[in-house]
């Protein structure tokens, strides 16, 4: 590895700062492992932790969780949980249910979430949510909804409907947002899988028109790309190409991050359409 590498300097400036001193406590690791995992050096934030015994503290065992994750060992993160002494924290639930979610470990991630409620983790949204959309990754619908009755936070319902939306049941996404929108809340992602999910249920104009009413009337919310993402599918369920490329042109007016599946799926409204065209009357 060259000396003029960007990631070489950066591993050296954090020996430097390890050659000045040993780390005092985990919480100093922690923020050391956090540096490294932020320039995907995973492995070396998880063997300074090891190396320093840190992974015995709540601090630390988070830190070699958030490691797991920059380098998408999922696996790797359950199982330093399982093997750590240190005390699980709110923090430490909800990346596990991140980690159940990546692997589409459904019923894990519904037995982190029991033992969260036995100390009193498990009302709290970050937790919750990340056991619904748990549930979701792994088409386990019916547990995302089942968490949604018990627990009508916004977060929870908005991963509930994007549970439904990967499932495609576009019926039961609908009607987790009609309860989202009652009880006062305002979600842009739950809003954004409710209209995804009427896109892939076929539903394109009812799609449009979600999107239309929480989206682009006065005073709406921000979709985001996401959001565009889901209004694009639906113009490409029903070959609607002209206001694919009005959503494009909303994206840049918005100086949004260009996203390509946003102009695949936009592409892909230009093909029905022109498929529809050429198809032969009968």
Not at 8 to 16: E, K, P, S, T
Not at 109 to 133: K, P, Q, T
Not at 242 to 267: M, T, V
Request: proline fraction near 2%.
């Amino acid at each position: 590895m060259e000396a003029s590498n960007p990631e070489h300097q950066f591993v050296l400036q954090v020996q430097r700062l390890l050659r000045d001193g040993p780390l005092q406590n985990a919480e100093e690791g922690a923020i050391c492992a956090a540096a490294l995992s932020r320039q995907r050096l995973w492995e070396e934030a998880l063997q300074l932790l090891v190396k320093n015994e840190f992974l015995k503290e709540t601090a630390g065992l988070n830190a070699g969780i958030n490691a797991c994750r920059a380098g998408f060992q999922w696996e790797l993160a359950l199982h330093l949980a399982a093997e750590a002494s240190a005390t699980w924290d709110a923090v430490t639930y909800s990346m596990l249910l991140a980690a159940c979610s990546r692997g589409s470990s459904w019923e894990l991630a519904l037995e982190f979430l029991r033992n969260a409620a036995h100390v009193g983790f498990a009302r709290l949204s970050h937790v919750s949510s990340a056991a619904a959309s748990a549930c979701g990754r792994a088409s386990a619908w019916a547990a995302a909804l089942a968490l949604a009755a018990r627990d009508r936070d916004e977060a929870v319902l908005a991963a509930a409907i994007d549970a439904c939306r990967r499932a495609q049941q576009w019926e039961a996404a609908l009607a987790l947002f009609g309860t989202l929108k009652s009880s006062g809340h305002r979600s842009a992602a739950g809003a954004g899988a409710a209209v995804s999910a009427l896109a892939h249920g076929s539903r394109w104009e009812e799609a449009l028109h979600l999107f239309e009413s929480e989206f682009q009337l006065q005073e709406a919310m921000n979709p985001g790309i996401r959001g565009f993402a889901a209004a694009l599918q639906a113009c490409a369920a029903g070959g609607h190409w002209q206001i694919a490329l009005s959503f494009l042109e909303e994206i840049e007016r918005r100086q949004l991050p260009p996203d390509k599946r946003c102009f695949d799926i936009a592409l892909s409204a230009y093909r029905k359409a022109r498929e529809k065209v050429s198809r032969p009357s009968l």
